[in-house]
């Protein structure tokens, strides 16, 4: 696809900085490079080069690289200026070029919008290329990596060419039943075939919440009476004071969350308010937010105060959960209660590590169910439902005329398409690409 204007941006991070990557795409690329450096450099070859305005003045000396199309990140020609990264240096180049006729500030992700509809990449690597912008964790890098680089788009891609050779075969039964060429027994291996694409399917939407603990983070609620240490660990598992610890009893009245990063796996921990009977009204409603955060949760920390125990009612709990029995450093090691999973100290740092480790472990094994290609969007699950739902009326309509059953199989085929962006979808495109940031 041809654009007629020509986008600048800086794709660099915040100014002022050490460097900063000013980047072009469009047709009049290579003119500007020509107007502003005086010559163009070897294709994908770094040349240091001194910029100058139209008019002769030197804006500043760096590296320039060309790329030509369609070898290029949006398939178009597209330059990057490597400058210093003032200010004054890179509003005085961004002020030059754009004043060259038929170049203009880039939109947000408006660089790749154009590498998709050029065909460079699919919507699936688009999302994963907004998401490996955005990673923070280790995990969520490698995830957002594979994705970039095309392995969600091959599974799919995979499953609706079976989609597309099931339906070339049924409807070769309908029009040509009556030629040799054309067997009956075609059909019965096409079905078992797609009975086993509706299994993958399936399986392949059920490891979705792996990919949200990925990348939302696996979370972690901690629970308990008032002053059983709750806010204490929240701040040493935060290693910060995040959360208001006195011995006055209803003092967190809301969620407070902070993000951990174990061992490249994002956690979330939440601080709840005390569970108590007879709480007041506003110390009611900080409850009722705790028990709503305990239920959404992947595990709950469920502490009791050594020194005084005050055990809760957790029979509305169904998630998965570890018992701490806290202050520590106020009994013997050999006293208290001894059904806790773990016996911590704030004070002194008793039992955090372990304690850690365990989270961390239950973060794997809660990742390791699932295989290794997840989808990586809501999105996707919902088209992927679409397409099951079509399979199975497909596969369940053996009474209905075969016509029937191939329309349900060219739905299926649409609805996987749609992942991809093979079928039509230009209502999602703004919503998709607005997440970039201007130099993207």
Known sequence: ?????????????????????????????????????GSVPPPRKATLQILRSPAGE?????????????????????????????????????????????VRHAEPGEFTRRAFLNGRLDLVQTEALADLINADTEAQRRFAQSNADGAQSMLYNGWRQRLIHARAMIEAEIDFADEGDVPGSVASAIWTDMATLADDIGGH????SAAEIIQ??????????????????????ARREAAIVTDEPGTTRDVLEVALDLDGLKVMIADTAGLRE?????????????????????LALVLEDLVDPQPIDTHWLSVDRITVGTKLDLVEAHEGRACHDFRISTLTGAGIEPLLNEIRKRTEARLKVAGDILPSRLRHVELLEDTLGHLRNALSGSHHPLEIRAEELRLATDRLGRITG???????????????????
């Open 1 to 37: 696809m041809i654009f007629g204007e020509t986008i600048l941006a800086l794709s660099s991070g915040r100014l002022p900085a050490g460097v900063a990557v000013l980047r072009l795409s469009g047709p009049q690329t290579r003119f500007v490079v020509e107007t502003i450096c």
């Open 58 to 102: 030197i804006l500043d000396r760096g590296l320039t690289l060309f790329f030509p199309a369609p070898h290029s990140f949006t398939g178009e020609d597209v330059a990057e200026f490597q400058v210093h990264g003032g200010q004054a240096v890179v509003s005085a180049i961004l002020r030059e070029v754009t004043a060259i006729p038929g």
């Open 205 to 208: 939407i059920k490891g979705f």
């Open 216 to 237: 939302d983070g696996f979370k972690v609620a901690i629970l308990g009476a008032p002053n059983a240490g709750k806010s204490s660990l929240f701040n040493a598992l």
């Open 278 to 298: 007879g709480a007041g009204k506003v110390e009611s409603i900080g409850i009722e937010k705790a028990k709503a955060r305990g239920k959404a949760a992947d």
């Open 422 to 440: 093979v079928i039509d979808v230009e209502d999602l495109l703004d919503v998709i690409f607005a997440q970039f940031c201007i130099g993207k």
